[in-house]
């Protein structure tokens, strides 16, 4: 995964786990289509991230990054772009946590539909995938830490709303 500036708004292209030491951007990286994109979306993200974000459950979300990923693990398909939004939910912890998958699912379906969408929208960005994902506390993308707990869905953006995908 290719980070770009503090913000951690990203994009990246191929199969890449995870970004080199540092970011992509700072060493120079792989190269990004989408770069034309992301000065626009910085100054909206730096204000939307910090904000609690109201979901069915009550429990307290906060978006923490918005990833870009060109055809994540699918050789040959360049061009498909999959927008990742992950936000933390503290509640959804296994051993402190209030909130079960069950009551968080709806919580994804609604972040697809109020933050994914209009997001995409607002900076021109066609994806082929939407993944939300819920983590109970913020583990950067590709690292793995087994103490954290996390829910992810996959949708596919249509003009109607989010449509459910199985991963």
Not at 2 to 15: D, M, W
Not at 51 to 57: G, L, M, R
Not at 114 to 128: C, D, K, M, S, V
């Amino acid at each position: 995964m290719i980070r770009v500036s503090r913000i951690q708004t990203a994009c990246a292209f191929s199969a890449a786990p995870a970004a080199p030491a540092g970011g992509a951007w700072e060493t120079g990286g792989r190269g990004c289509g989408y770069l034309a994109v992301i000065p626009f979306a910085l100054s909206a993200l730096s204000a939307f991230a910090a904000e609690p974000v109201a979901v069915p459950s009550g429990q307290p979300v906060t978006l923490a990054e918005v990833l870009l990923d060109d055809a994540p693990g699918q050789a040959g398909q360049a061009g498909s772009i999959w927008a990742r939004f992950r936000f933390v939910a503290p509640e959804i912890a296994r051993e402190t946590g209030t909130v079960s998958y069950d009551a968080a699912a709806p919580d994804m379906d609604h972040l697809c539909e109020t933050h994914a969408l209009p997001y995409l929208a607002e900076h021109r960005i066609t994806a082929a995938k939407v993944v939300i994902s819920l983590s109970d506390r913020a583990v950067p993308f590709g690292a793995q830490d087994p103490a954290a707990t996390q829910f992810f869905e996959a949708y596919r953006p249509e003009t109607t709303g989010c449509m459910w995908e199985a991963f």
